[in-house]
């Protein structure tokens, strides 16, 4: 149980343009979600934390009008990398959650920008 | 959150035991001890988790001192497919049905060989 299915698993785009990924829960409700990104050779760093029908909650530095969250249901996500340059270019991972019950993480997304 | 220490990288011969340790000198009573690891570009995996009691499960075991300011993974035979990145992390149970947010450290970088 507690599968997180994350697509796509890789995406190359054209500087300028918008990409979304998607995190699904596939057999639980995800209360909560959160999307990371890692950069080569560095540890997770968290972007946001998202509960089902609230705006998200971006750390600090993370630019909300860049990167898009969407919960809006108990077993999607999404995150629209708005406006992609080349330094946005990295390794996305999202984590869902039910309350106390862990964290699951989906495959993760790399994204690459030209 | 409490702030852990790992070691940034061990190694560890096939077959035998794996023991990474983590300091978490500032832990707070309510505070778990989580442990995940990430194999190369893939999402993180969840391996253990404890409040103060030792935990043993098909994967690990984790051994928690009695002042909880210090633990230990441990893979009692480790095999190359072992070889990743550990991450230890502390973090507060939510009392609210939503998940508090869990924070990544540099990790201990564990190699298997042969």
């Known amino acids: 149980g507690a599968v997180v299915s994350q697509h796509p698993s890789r995406v190359i785009c054209k500087s300028g343009t918008s990409v979304k990924i998607e995190c699904r829960s596939l057999d639980f409700q995800a209360t909560t979600m959160f999307w990371y990104r890692q950069f080569p050779k560095q540890s997770l760093m968290l972007m946001a934390t998202?509960?089902?029908?609230?705006?998200?909650?971006?750390e600090q530095g993370v630019e909300k009008d860049k990167f898009l969250i969407n919960h809006a249901s108990l077993t999607l996500s999404t995150l629209t990398v708005t406006s992609a340059h080349p330094e946005d270019s990295s390794f996305y991972i999202c984590?869902?959650?039910?309350?106390?019950?862990?964290?699951?993480f989906g495959s993760g997304t790399r994204l690459t920008v030209v | 959150d409490a702030k852990t220490t790992q070691p940034p990288s061990m190694d560890c011969a096939e077959g035998r035991a794996a023991n990474l340790p983590c300091n978490h000198s500032?832990?707070?009573?309510?505070?778990?001890v989580y442990w995940y690891r990430q194999i190369h570009s893939q999402g993180p995996q969840y391996i253990i988790h404890g409040l103060k009691n030792n935990e043993t499960n098909e994967m690990a075991s984790l051994i928690i001192t009695e002042d909880r300011k210090s633990s230990t993974l441990i893979l009692p035979h480790a095999t190359l497919r072992d070889t990743a990145v550990y991450y230890c992390i502390v973090r507060v149970a939510s009392n609210t049905g939503t998940a508090s947010k869990l924070t990544f450290g540099t990790g201990t970088r564990l190699q298997v060989t042969l």
């Open positions: 500032t832990i707070s009573g309510n505070e778990y």
């Open positions: 984590s869902a959650s039910r309350g106390n019950y862990g964290y699951t």
């Open positions: 998202s509960n089902e029908g609230s705006k998200a909650t971006y």
